[in-house]
């Protein structure tokens, strides 16, 4: 079990209607937005598989998490993610503490929406670009599809 980061990096235009649904559902709606989910979610697999031309993924890990939460997480009407709030309403000691518990799967990032918790993360382009072409496959030199750890690199030179 482990906890996928999602990061949509082609764009709107010409997404066939069921990859665009699939991407809907997962709250990809706009390029360079990323989300968190568990692996262990029914179904993610093959929304996963279907968006793979359109996003990357891989599993998250702990200091990424943190670095995610505190400088990208955000509330409604885009205030910030602070200590104070995870303290308040979720009863936890901070965002390290947070992120254990996102890891393990006790809390699901995307139902915090009741709390006023924005589901999804957007990110800046990656600095120094894209190491490959988004067009490709992570395996055959590109960006789009499975990456395994490696999502760690992208997401830090996207926050």
Known sequence: ????????????????????????????????AAVVYHSSLPGIRGMLESI???????EVDRE?????????GRLAGGKPLTESWVREKLGLNGFEEFAGKLLSGDIHYHKLESLG???????????????????????????????????????????
């Open 64 to 72: 990424t998490l943190v670095e995610l939460l505190r400088r990208r």
């Open 117 to 159: 918790v924005k589901p999804f993360f957007r990110l800046h382009p990656p600095k120094g670009g894209f190491k490959g072409s988004t067009r490709k496959a992570y395996s055959q030199g590109g960006e789009l599809g499975y990456r395994g750890s490696n999502i760690n690199e992208l997401l830090k030179s996207m926050i």
């Open 1 to 32: 079990m482990a906890l996928y980061a999602i990061v949509r990096v082609r764009g709107t235009v010409d997404v066939p209607p069921d990859v665009e649904h699939a991407l809907n559902i997962l709250r990809l709606r706009r390029r360079f």
């Open 52 to 58: 793979a031309s359109w996003a990357t993924w891989g």
